[in-house]
């Protein structure tokens, strides 16, 4: 479905992707994990078409992505963007309609209908169709724009879908509903890939995870093969603890506490009074003196 060939994307020499490759089968669903500055969002403009990588290919259904025209792209894979601000108070179901329009000239047609009707339906968004969009709060807003990218592949199963950041303003509830319809499509053909931070619904959901680095590859496997405490270590700077869930078998991602003291660097600071010391601040203090 998507191969990348030692795929590369600089801007004024600096290199911000770096010899990044892989093959995506169709019906499978990647996330894509790393700290911020790693690449991760540059990586979906290149596989939307929306710039070009400086050298490589990427290969979409066998063939280069750079061969398709926009139309014939905009009919194939759709892109849910981290900025989807609108500035035009149009109805929700109009928004939604947006996503069909390379698949009419003129007027929607049934298909059409049935599309946004459903994909509204799934976001829980029927009860929104009338709703002037610049008047919901930005959950609602991001839930609008995924219906409508759902809306633009609905008919086409052996599409791509790709989200950047896409559970960022949702709710719990909604975050996990957004990431199973997106399973439950590629379980009938669809290919997703998603840029995330919640490691934890990477591991939940994603058959496969592509963990960069400062522009580069560091990591590609199932869930358990990549998310290890070196691993996020590696890439993330963070200490944590995994466990495997018994049920799904799937890694369970547990990030170590870090504790600060807050004198230690901020000299504005008062010192604590004595008597708001705790016991382990007592015998740290007599342990200093002794």
Request: some cysteine.
């Amino acid at each position: 479905m998507l191969t990348l060939h030692s795929v590369g994307y600089s801007i004024q020499n600096r290199a911000l992707l770096k010899d990044i490759s892989f093959h995506l089968g169709q019906g499978e669903m990647m996330a894509v994990l790393g700290a911020n500055g790693a690449g991760k969002s540059t990586l979906l403009r290149l596989l939307s078409a929306e710039r070009s990588p400086s050298r490589g290919v990427i290969h979409f259904r066998r063939k280069d992505l750079a061969a398709y025209s926009h139309r014939e792209l905009a009919s194939l894979r759709a892109v849910l963007s981290q900025q989807n601000a609108l500035s035009m108070p149009f109805q929700v179901e109009e928004v939604v309609m947006m996503g069909r329009y390379p698949h009419f000239s003129h007027r929607p047609g049934r298909k059409d209908a049935v599309a946004v009707a459903e994909t509204m339906e799934v976001c829980g968004l029927s009860h929104l169709a009338d709703r002037n969009v610049l008047t919901l709060s930005g959950g609602e807003q991001q839930r609008v724009q995924f219906a409508r990218a759902l809306a633009q592949i609905w008919d086409r199963p052996q599409s791509l879908i790709l989200m950047d950041e896409p559970v960022a303003a949702l709710d719990p509830e909604y975050q996990q509903q957004l990431l199973a319809i997106t399973k439950a499509l590629c379980s009938h053909g669809f290919t997703s890939v998603a840029v995330l931070h919640e490691i934890n619904l990477a591991a939940q959901y994603a058959d496969r995870i592509l963990m960069l680095k400062n522009g580069r590859k560091w990591h590609d496997g199932t869930p358990a093969e990549v998310l290890t405490p070196s691993h996020i270590y590696t890439v993330f700077n963070a200490e944590t603890e995994v466990f495997i869930n018994p049920k799904t078998l799937r890694p369970y991602v547990m990030q170590k506490e870090v504790k600060l003291d807050a004198s230690r660097f901020n000299s504005l600071l008062p010192l604590k009074p004595a008597a708001s010391l705790t016991f382990s601040d007592r015998s740290e203090q007599y342990q200093n003196i002794s």
